[in-house]
């Protein structure tokens, strides 16, 4: 590991900038909207699906006969409020599932599917009742592209193939199991991931090796009928920049992706209750977290050095909290709660991404229901909304809109293990209908931040906004009381003279529309 940028004198003489905390915070942001030339890929929003715990099987699926109220057997409460967040891109089966998974075994009659041991999560077993079908279903009910990750570790070349086959061509023999299965028309299936962590669960595998089964399984995946996959290898984790060296030298354009997994962990062995932390353990945590622009721009160097033209993306296909599981949920189901800490991490983990839009294409929060940093919990037929849904809701609108660079002149914080963080992060970007968003968290858990923003050359003349904020970071939502965490109206932004001035109440997270 090695995160020298984030230690206080390095960042520090980086940026020339004081490192002090005062009462009152105060805060500038320039915008540069001439400098706006990428899009922020919707993709960046994209969900995460596994085999794990109750993440499909009660979160999103339970079957058609099932009391819990349900379309063609995925439940209706879920369903709305993942249609509400304009999901674009959703991974399935795994993750460490997905290097075991023998797609053939959910396909046909749910009733004669064969079962099997989920060795990677608490050694459940799986009857596979939810497959290929009901995946690719689910993706059309949502409006959401799928992301197929294909098995490598302990499938075939062959069986990688078929299934290929099986979703997405016309004819031949596959077409035709799968319309005797019930799919007269083929689906589309753009994204598709040739191994996850192969490193680790997908094979324990050295990058040299990785990297020719990554050439040999690539080429039996066709493009049948126009459907053109989108292929993506497995990557590395956080700080192997080995990997990704080895894998541009001898990889390089054959892939369309490269994945990068990052997870805002305190310790491996100690990760720490979700809803139960000090002041010092939530500082650190956004520190963490924030290491991950480090993460990202040294892979990105190395990317750039074997594609100058940016033709392969970097997908940081798994990121988010990663706390002890709840206690007294089953072991190895990784069912975690999510506090207001939890959504500081998903918005400056995402303005981020919004920094890096012409390499970062694809990120996948882990994971969509009842599994670490998830949106959405269920118990039975009960459901709650995390704050993490909320701040992916407020976040929207920055889907597929013009990324306006932005500077940030604020206070910094050093925390524990002399990480730097600053007082205040922000994002802004400009949607087709010329709407400016700005995005704005006050990290500090006690004081306001008055924010002062030039607009410029933005004629913008009215503001509106949205406030995602709780007594106490470790707020969350449970099935008793569903709502202690949610959205508010804000009403503390003002335009005079253009100038946007901003009071953000301590741990506050915002949104505003600039119109
Ligand atoms: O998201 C949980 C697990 O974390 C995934 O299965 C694996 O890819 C990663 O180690």
């Not at 959910?106 to 041991?117: D, H, K, L, N, S």
């Not at 975690?336 to 919004?354: C, E, G, K, S, Y």
Request: net charge negative; with cysteine.
């Amino acid at each position: 590991m090695n995160n020298n940028y984030l230690k206080t004198g390095a960042l520090a003489a980086l940026l020339c900038l004081p490192i002090a905390s005062q009462a009152q915070e105060k805060a500038t942001i320039t915008l540069h909207p001439d400098e706006g030339k990428n899009i922020i890929s919707r993709h960046i929003y994209g969900q995460f699906a596994e085999h794990l715990g109750t993440c499909i099987y009660g979160g999103l699926w339970v079957g058609e006969d099932s009391p819990i109220p349900n379309t063609q057997g995925y439940r209706n409460d879920v369903l709305g409020a993942l249609k509400e967040l304009s999901i674009p891109n959703l991974r399935w089966p795994g993750g460490c599932f997905a290097d075991e998974y023998h797609w053939m075994d959910g396909i046909g009659p749910r009733g004669q599917r064969p079962r099997m041991v989920n060795n990677n999560w608490g050694g459940t077993v799986e009857d596979n009742s939810f497959g290929t079908h009901e995946f690719l279903n689910l993706c059309e009910l949502l409006g959401c592209e799928p992301y197929v990750s294909g098995n490598v570790g302990s499938g075939s070349v062959e069986e990688m193939a078929k299934w290929v086959e099986y979703m997405t061509a016309e004819d031949g023999p596959m077409a035709k199991l799968r319309k005797q299965n019930g799919r007269e028309k083929p689906w589309k299936v753009h994204f598709f991931g040739v191994g996850n962590e192969s490193w680790g669960c997908g094979g324990s595998m050295r990058p040299e090796y990785y990297s020719d089964l990554y050439r040999r399984y690539s080429t039996y995946c066709r493009n049948y009928n126009g459907n053109e996959l989108f292929k993506i290898a497995s990557g590395a984790s956080d700080y192997d920049y080995n990997w990704t060296e080895v894998l541009m030298q001898n990889v390089g354009t054959r892939m369309n992706g490269l994945s990068l997994h990052y997870y805002t962990v305190m310790d491996w062995n100690k990760k720490g209750s979700a809803t139960q932390f000090t002041d010092e353990d939530y500082y650190w945590t956004l520190g963490k977290c924030l290491e991950i622009e480090d993460v990202i721009r040294r892979h990105i160097g190395i990317m750039d050095r074997y594609d100058p033209g940016k033709n392969v993306g970097l997908m940081v296909d798994e990121w988010g909290t990663w706390w002890d599981q709840e206690p007294g949920t089953i072991p190895g189901h990784l069912f975690q709660q999510n506090t207001l800490r939890d959504a500081f991490v998903a918005a400056l983990t995402l303005n981020v991404f919004h920094k890096y839009t012409d390499r970062v294409r694809m990120a996948n929060i882990a994971q969509i229901a009842n599994v670490l940093q998830s949106m959405i919990l269920t118990k039975e037929d009960k459901m709650v909304l995390t704050p993490t849904y909320h701040v992916f809701h407020m976040y929207k609108v920055h889907q597929d809109a013009t990324f306006i660079p932005l500077d940030i002149q604020c206070t910094r914080r050093i925390v524990r293990d002399d990480r730097i963080i600053p007082t205040l992060s922000a994002t802004a970007s400009r949607d087709q209908q010329g709407t400016v968003h700005l995005s704005l968290a006050n990290i500090d858990l006690t004081q306001p931040c008055e924010v002062e923003i030039a607009l410029e050359d933005l004629k913008a003349k009215k503001v509106t906004g949205e406030i995602l904020t709780s007594d106490k970071m470790g707020d969350h939502n449970t099935f008793e009381a569903p709502d202690k965490v949610k959205p508010q109206a804000f009403g503390k932004a003002k335009i005079s003279k253009g100038v946007l001035r901003v009071t953000l109440p301590a741990k506050s997270i915002v949104t505003l529309a600039l119109e």
